[in-house]
């Protein structure tokens, strides 16, 4: 089943153009790189892979376009419905698409592999940390697609998109997360449904014996770049949640209708996460506007550049924070405390809301 049309649509927020005026991006920022990605190892180890083995089907070369897509189907319900290993001769033309799976793999897990007690967690982190960092949206075809043009089998729609061409939406990027997690031995499901009213794709995984929402494409924050560059950033708003978290967040709503409920939500903004801005720690859980305000100030008197930072927001006495529009007077506050930045004023929104009063804050000084 693939979410057609609308179900492309780009589903993080884009600031309008010209907002901040901003000319320098600091990639090199350390709280930009997702968390969790290993640097490549010249001869990883991988876990033994006791999968059993199953053969795809006979085709002969050369395949045409609809036939190479049954294939990719095929592949796909091998590995991530039948959870089994596919056996692929040297010429199978879906062969690329597992080799770059397993790839990304070898160098993405290998700090799961490295922790048997949040092994779980961690793959599921760095799954979803590289398909949101690593995978651009497509956003001519979501434009192609609400303007009713016939957009047919786009790789974008299936797992070959993410995998070959770092090209996705929101169909290829569920589909790519359960299969990679199978690979991974960890369950996960596609779940289909609507996001802020428009048709889209997102997951359900099961992590030490738990289910949770994940939605990959809501997390990369898409924004323009002094009004017409477009640039991503990562984030762990929609990582790991209840359903009551994700249908009751305004006024981006999950509305979906699932068989298996996930009622739990992960903490992953820990009371003992911390983020490291210009040599001092401070907490990513912050509870006050004074220490929010210190975080801002400690950016404004820090030497290099800070291209964004993520944080929950708890303050006592602030009970719904799944409405929108819950801190901005407290954000507007804190964004004058950072004097020479490119936002200064929450007015131009240079953020992005998630659940449970997490927010990510664009700041590039």
Not at 77 to 82: F, T
Not at 248 to 261: A, G, K, Y
Not at 337 to 355: E, G, K, L
Request: charged share 25%; aromatic share 12%; proline share 4%.
């Amino acid at each position: 089943m693939f979410v057609k049309r609308l179900a492309v649509i780009m589903l993080s927020l884009v600031l309008a153009a010209g907002v901040g005026g901003c000319s320098t991006f600091f990639s090199e920022t350390p709280d930009i790189a997702p968390h969790l990605i290993s640097e490549p190892d010249e001869n990883p180890v991988r876990p033994i892979d006791g999968r059993e083995e199953a053969t795809l089907s006979d085709f002969t070369l050369p395949l045409s376009d609809e036939r190479y897509r049954e294939r990719v189907d095929e592949l796909y319900q091998v590995v991530a419905e039948d959870g089994k290993k596919p056996v692929l001769s040297e010429n199978d033309p879906v062969k690329p698409v597992y080799d770059a799976a397993i790839s990304l793999l070898n160098r993405y897990m290998l700090n799961a592999w490295q922790n048997s007690e949040t092994g779980e967690v961690s793959t599921v982190h760095s799954i979803h940390d590289y398909l949101v960092s690593e995978v651009e949206y497509d956003n001519e075809l979501y434009e192609s697609s609400i303007k009713g043009e016939d957009v047919g089998r786009n790789p974008a729609f299936d797992i070959d998109g993410p995998l070959l061409n770092k090209l996705s939406v929101c169909d290829g990027l569920s589909k790519t997360f359960v299969f990679l997690c199978a690979i991974e031995g960890i369950e996960a499901i596609r779940v289909t449904g609507t996001y802020m009213s428009i048709h889209h794709a997102w997951n359900k995984v099961k992590v030490n014996g738990e289910w949770y929402n994940v939605d990959v494409t809501a997390d990369a924050a898409n924004y323009l770049l002094d009004g017409n560059e477009r640039r991503t950033q990562i984030s762990h708003g929609f990582f790991l949640l209840s359903d009551y978290t994700f249908q009751s967040f305004v006024p981006r709503m999950h509305v979906f209708d699932s068989t298996v409920p996930a009622i739990t939500d992960y903490d992953y903004f820990g009371d003992d996460e911390m983020v490291n801005i210009g040599g001092k720690l401070y907490s990513r859980v912050v509870t006050s506007q004074t220490e929010l305000n210190a975080v801002f100030e400690a950016i404004g008197k820090s030497n290099r550049g800070v291209g964004k930072i993520e944080l929950k927001l708890d303050f006592e006495g602030k009970i719904n924070v799944n409405n929108a529009d819950m801190y901005t007077n407290e954000i507007n506050n804190a964004y004058t405390r950072v004097f020479d930045a490119d936002f200064t004023t929450a007015s131009q929104r240079p953020y992005f809301q998630a659940p449970n009063g997490v927010y990510l804050f664009l700041i590039y000084k």
